[in-house]
């Protein structure tokens, strides 16, 4: 059973066209992040959401913006998608914030043309 | 500023062999440390988490160890086979009220038959 859902799993979109990444989770867990993991390097933290707080990473561009309606979902919003913004974005929840396994999602696999 | 970095980045081994993969980090302050699986173009599965207190940690053929004082950890897979093939990576949990984990670029390992 999946815990945490992803879609769409690839996205294609245009230079500068607004695009909204979407996670869901079944583990009503109080916390989840989104990282950027680009091509052959390390998945980024971008930011988080501890239940309806937001923590947004330092160097994470204003380009990048999420949204936390309820416990179940988070959107990653990208306001005007550059083709270095081309990269695998992960989401992930954790029931808490210290001491605790991170769940991960299939990702979602975004393309800039 | 946590750094964490994985030698070798890559790794060819016959079926059955052992091996060990190394994960380094600069600052000893960390909450704990988790190693991950990331199969191509998919999300990462936790395979196994130390905590700060602890030396390590064992799931079947996988042992983690940790030592905080020298910044290091090692993840061993006895006995590996071809399922094996995948890109290892771990990563570190700083903070206190972020949860956030700094990942190595990992290990790309291929178990050949």
């Known amino acids: 059973d999946a815990m945490v859902i992803q879609n769409p799993r690839y996205q294609v979109t245009q230079f500068g066209k607004p695009v909204t990444l979407s996670c869901s989770q079944t583990?009503?867990?109080?916390?989840m992040y989104w990282y950027q993991q680009k091509s052959s390097q390390a998945p980024k933290l971008l930011f988080h959401?501890?239940?309806?707080?937001?923590?947004n990473e330092a160097d994470t561009p204003d380009n990048f913006q999420s949204r936390r309606p309820n416990t179940s979902f988070c959107f990653l919003d990208i306001r005007s998608p550059g083709l270095g913004d081309a990269a695998m974005y992960l989401c992930?929840?954790?029931?808490?914030?210290?001491?605790?396994?991170?769940?991960f999602g299939p990702g979602t696999r975004l393309l800039v043309l | 500023k946590q750094e964490v970095t994985q030698i070798p980045a890559a790794l060819s081994v016959p079926e059955g062999e052992n091996l060990v993969l190394n994960c380094s980090f600069t600052?000893?302050?960390?909450?704990?440390l988790q190693w991950f699986r990331q199969d191509p173009g998919k999300g990462l599965t936790s395979l196994l988490l130390?905590?700060?207190?602890?030396r390590e940690q064992t799931s079947g053929r996988l042992n983690a160890s940790l030592d905080k004082s020298s910044g290091r950890s090692t993840l061993y897979i006895a006995a590996s086979q071809p399922g094996d093939s995948a890109t290892y990576l771990c990563?570190?949990?700083?903070?206190?009220?972020?949860?956030?984990?700094?990942f190595g670029q990992g290990t790309t390992l291929q178990v050949k038959p």
């Open positions: 992930a929840t954790s029931r808490d914030l210290l001491s605790e396994t991170q769940y």
């Open positions: 583990l009503n867990h109080n916390v």
């Open positions: 990563a570190v949990r700083i903070g206190s009220n972020t949860g956030k984990l700094i």
């Open positions: 130390i905590q700060s207190s602890q």
């Open positions: 959401y501890y239940d309806k707080d937001f923590n």
């Open positions: 600052d000893s302050a960390i909450y704990n």
